[in-house]
T-cell receptor, first 114, second 112 residues
Framework: DAGVTQSPTHLIKTRGQQVTLRCSPI?????VSWYQQVLGQGPQFIFQ???????GRGNFPDRFSARQFPNYSSELNVNALLLGDSALYLC?????????????FGDGTRLSIL | GQSLEQPSEVTAVEGAIVQINCTYQ??????LSWYQQHDGGAPTFLSYNALDGLEETGRFSSFLSRSDSYGYLLLQELQMKDSASYFC?????????????FGKGTTLSVSS
């Protein structure tokens, strides 16, 4: 079975632009979470969606938004990009939204802001 | 708020045993998870402890003491492929589901 897939793998943008990152969860997984990981740090939680509804939001500005589609895939949008948004963006899926559910991560999208 | 502390680096040789400690401060505790991440790769789930005690999965074991707000990951019979970053994580208080707060990670270097 395919794991969590993310696209694109790499992306270069300039300040002020907008970006959309995509994630397809493991088949049968209904929960998708997004994380930002800057170099040398652990992943930082951005959003969680379960059954197409937002279940959690981390401490990120309103420039960050996300949604989940009926097929459980998800998109993360970031507007008005800043240099500090340069990071690895990780998507993770799990069967349900419970805290004991292991999260399965994709390889991420590496976003570079010039 | 919630915070997790773990050593930034650990070095060891092949065949050895290494322990990576994690202390946490949370406003509500639901369990401690461990993830492994190789350079340029995706974090991979290793273990989850909700109750006190030791959980063993092959060469890896994880321990939790809720009263001490402390846990550790024990790696035995180290192999070169175990060189990676290891993160402890707890669920974010107030959030439903699986939103996790990660520590800054421990870089494990295994040499021959």
């Amino acid at each position: 079975d395919a794991g969590v897939t993310q696209s694109p793998t790499h992306l270069i943008k300039t300040r002020g632009q907008q970006v959309t990152l995509r994630c397809s969860p493991i088949s049968g997984h209904k929960s998708v979470s997004w994380y930002q990981q800057v170099l040398g740090q652990g992943p930082q939680f951005i959003f969680q969606y379960y059954e197409k509804e937002e279940r959690g939001r981390g401490n990120f500005p309103d420039r960050f938004s996300a949604r989940q589609f009926p097929n459980y895939s998800s998109e993360l949008n970031v507007n008005a990009l800043l240099l500090g948004d340069s990071a690895l963006y990780l998507c993770a899926s799990s069967l349900v939204g419970g805290e004991d559910q292991p999260q399965h991560f994709g390889d991420g999208t590496r976003l570079s802001i010039l | 708020g919630q915070s997790l502390e773990q050593p930034s680096e650990v070095t060891a040789v092949e065949g050895a045993i290494v322990q990576i400690n994690c202390t946490y401060q949370t406003s509500g505790f639901y369990g401690l998870s461990w993830y492994q991440q190789h350079d340029g790769g995706a974090p991979t789930f290793l273990s989850y402890n909700a109750l006190d005690g030791l959980e063993e999965t092959g060469r890896f074991s994880s321990f939790l003491s809720r009263s001490d707000s402390y846990g550790y990951l024990l790696l035995q019979e180290l192999q070169m492929k175990d060189s990676a970053s290891y993160f402890c994580a707890v669920r974010e208080s107030g959030q439903a589901g699986t939103a996790l707060i990660f520590g800054k990670g421990t870089t494990l270097s295994v040499s021959s």
